[in-house]
């Protein structure tokens, strides 16, 4: 059965994505950050025998969409959590490992996301808890996990709260490593210094957003 990989994405228009980083980033040049980061997640996480489908909010129409070559799905829902678990319920069905992640986490190993996969093979879910209390990746096999009603999506909460889900669930759930995203003038910068540590580690660059941070000397 093939695996499934879901990368949720917003169209990178001014004003609407990475406001946190507005300043120092312009609008404009938030979202061209933002577009990096989409390009760079999707192309750095596929693998043959999975396949990438990226879901969409934002400008349906936007010209990123064509150049990503994979198939495309149209978020629908209300919240965060309501699109999720929409999107989960068309790719779950039939027992299938299924993995989504963000697009706030150019740096983000492959060798996680294929962890995640892995772990699927074990256990109904898996988490990957992010450092500012989030999540930057979750994956289920088989069904919904019981995780998305009632949570404060972008606080700090969002973790605990979903462990916490799942507990009162009792579904059994693995933990991947800690890792960032990239929402605040601060994380861009650690973003800045911490690429170079992955490359000396032989991971791969996301091109994408060097050629972005090599465009803008300062954060």
């Given at each position: 059965?093939t695996?499934?990989?879901?990368?949720?994405a917003?169209?990178?228009?001014?004003?609407?994505?990475?406001?946190?980083?507005?300043?120092?980033?312009?609008p404009?040049?938030?979202?061209?950050?933002?577009?990096?980061?989409?390009?760079?997640?999707?192309?750095?996480?596929?693998?043959?025998?999975?396949?990438?489908?990226?879901?969409?909010?934002?400008?349906?129409?936007?010209?990123?969409?064509?150049?990503?070559?994979?198939?495309?799905?149209?978020?629908?829902?209300?919240?965060?959590?309501?699109?999720?678990?929409?999107?989960?319920?068309?790719?779950?069905?039939?027992?299938?490992?299924?993995?989504?992640?963000?697009?706030?986490?150019?740096?983000?190993?492959?060798?996680?996301?294929?962890?995640?996969?892995?772990?699927?093979?074990?256990?109904?879910?898996?988490?990957?808890?992010?450092?500012?209390?989030?999540?930057?990746?979750?994956?289920?096999?088989?069904?919904?996990?019981?995780?998305?009603?009632?949570?404060?999506?972008?606080?700090?909460?969002?973790?605990?709260?979903?462990?916490?889900?799942?507990?009162?669930?009792?579904?059994?759930?693995?933990?991947?490593?800690?890792?960032?995203?990239?929402?605040?003038?601060?994380?861009?910068?650690?973003?800045?210094?911490?690429l170079?540590?992955?490359?000396?580690?032989?991971?791969?660059?996301?091109?994408?957003?060097?050629?972005?941070?090599?465009?803008h000397?300062?954060?």
């Amino acid at each position: 059965m093939t695996d499934r990989l879901m990368i949720f994405a917003k169209a990178p228009e001014p004003g609407r994505v990475k406001t946190r980083l507005c300043p120092p980033c312009t609008p404009a040049d938030a979202a061209d950050l933002h577009g990096a980061f989409v390009r760079d997640v999707v192309a750095r996480h596929q693998r043959v025998g999975r396949r990438t489908t990226v879901w969409r909010a934002g400008d349906a129409d936007h010209p990123l969409w064509g150049d990503l070559g994979v198939p495309l799905a149209r978020q629908r829902g209300g919240d965060l959590g309501a699109r999720m678990a929409a999107a989960f319920a068309d790719e779950c069905g039939d027992g299938a490992r299924v993995v989504v992640l963000g697009t706030d986490s150019p740096s983000l190993p492959p060798s996680l996301v294929d962890a995640a996969f892995e772990a699927l093979a074990h256990v109904p879910c898996v988490l990957g808890p992010a450092c500012d209390g989030g999540y930057y990746l979750l994956g289920a096999r088989g069904s919904v996990p019981p995780v998305f009603d009632d949570m404060p999506w972008g606080s700090a909460g969002v973790l605990p709260r979903t462990l916490a889900a799942l507990r009162t669930a009792c579904v059994p759930v693995h933990l991947l490593p800690f890792w960032y995203d990239v929402d605040r003038p601060a994380d861009l910068d650690l973003l800045r210094a911490h690429l170079p540590v992955l490359a000396a580690l032989g991971e791969p660059a996301p091109m994408h957003t060097m050629a972005w941070l090599e465009a803008h000397h300062a954060p």
